[in-house]
């Protein structure tokens, strides 16, 4: 006889990240004294400007202790008004802003505001871990649009055009991405924008977590085509550029509807964000990008290490990234061989899990991203241990046969 789970339907339907299991699966290994170099999580290796802590420091001594707005201080909300004007040049008010417990709640929480059971939301693969489970959470439909490596891994508007039904709600994306560093470039964006300018049911959630980690030129924001504007929703926060990912900051920048939707659903959920986060959130965008600019020179270096290292590595197919901290290289060579002990490697997550086991490197495996032939590897790691982590990675492969 069966027994009827007590879990919801919505739990036992949502997957586990995929990032944080192989951390979390690095971490146990660590913990039986074997040296695991880990490149699964996406999380500088800096430590959060001083600045920014002393911010905090000050916040504590003057007592912002108690419930924040909603929507979060009007001051933080003021700063990411002025940094968006100033950065991107983008017009927006605070009443367009809502600051959240990071930016993966700001995606969440847009999703759960737009998408009804049975609507479709078009994701680019590969695609960061959650957006699809995400949309489980939503009841919404993915609809994925493949690229390669070929295409630097962004989508054409041909494919993009091909990808809309009758049933299309949003269009869910990151530049520079996560997992493969891609950036769109404006006239690529603009090549988009001509497509949902013919469809004006369909509302764009432009990921831009990774803005500052960008090695072309500046930034391009899709919101910055008046045609569709109000019809963007931008997704940022603090914890890339600023090494704030434990500080849970995130926010929106949307038209007023969406916006005071998102505001009523935070209400019912987690309320405002840590009002110390909050304080520091305000330093961090009034006292400039010095920090920032030194984590960038830092990743564009590694970046060219770990580049040169995977091409030096036999049934490896890599191209380089234009921004974030993660490279996407192709390993389906690799599938059909056996490890040591006899064991198939038959797709990404069995190479990741063989690295890990084998390399004591951790590395995510692409099919939880959405393309199955590869392996995502974050270089926000020291010099040092991407050397050895290369040369282990190197080694293992080299012992599949």
């Known amino acids: ?4 789970s007590i879990l919801s339907d919505r739990i036992n339907n949502l997957s586990e990240s995929a990032t944080l299991k192989m951390t979390k699966l690095g971490r146990e290994l660590a913990a039986k004294g074997i040296n695991v170099i880990s490149l699964s999580v996406g999380e500088p290796d800096f430590n959060t400007p001083e600045h920014v802590k002393d911010a905090a420091k000050k916040a504590l001594d003057e007592n912002w202790t108690r ?9 933080l909300r003021q700063a990411i008004v002025n940094k968006l004007k100033n950065e991107n ?5 605070i009443s367009n802003i809502v600051v959240s417990t990071g930016a993966k709640q700001s995606l969440s929480n847009v999703l759960l505001t ?3 059971p049975g609507d479709e939301v078009i994701i680019p693969t590969p695609y ?3 957006y699809s489970e995400m949309v489980v959470l939503a009841e919404g439909k993915s609809v994925f649009i493949d690229t390669t490596i070929e295409s630097d891994f962004k989508i054409t508007p041909e494919q993009l055009e091909a990808a809309i039904t009758p049933k299309s709600k949003v269009f869910m994306f990151s530049s520079p991405c996560n997992p493969t560093g891609s950036v769109y470039s404006k006239e690529e964006l603009e090549g988009l924008v001509k497509v949902f300018e013919k469809h004006p049911e369909i509302y764009i959630i432009s990921d831009e977590i990774y803005e500052h980690i960008n090695f072309i030129d500046k930034h391009e924001s899709i919101a910055q085509f008046p045609s569709i504007k109000d019809r963007v929703i931008i997704i940022n926060g603090f914890s890339k550029a600023f090494a704030m990912t434990g500080w849970r900051l995130g926010y929106i920048a949307a038209n007023k509807e969406i916006a005071a939707a998102n505001e009523k659903m935070q209400g019912q959920t987690t309320s405002g964000t840590c009002s110390i986060s909050q304080r520091a959130g305000i330093a961090a965008y009034e006292q400039g ?3 920032v600019l030194e984590m960038k020179e830092a990743f564009e270096r590694r970046r060219q290490l770990v580049y040169d290292l995977l091409n030096d590595i036999p049934g490896v197919k890599t191209n380089l990234p234009d921004g974030a901290f993660y490279f996407f290289p192709e390993i389906s060579s690799f599938f059909g061989k056996k490890d040591p002990e006899g064991n198939v490697i038959n797709n990404s997550a069995d190479l990741a899990l063989y690295l890990l086991n084998y390399g004591h490197v951790a590395t995510v495996g692409g ?3 959405g393309n199955n032939n590869y392996i995502r590897l974050s270089y926000a790691a020291s010099d040092e241990n991407l050397k050895e982590a290369l040369r282990r990675i190197k080694e293992a492969l080299g012992k599949l046969a």
């Open 128 to 130: 960061w871990v959650s």
């Open 89 to 93: 040049g983008l017009d927006y008010d």
């Open 114 to 116: 737009l998408v009804n």
């Open 289 to 291: 990008l010095e920090s």
């Open 367 to 369: 099919d939880s991203f």
């Open 67 to 75: 419930y924040s707005p909603v929507s979060g201080y009007p001051e």
């Open 1 to 4: 006889m069966s027994q009827t």
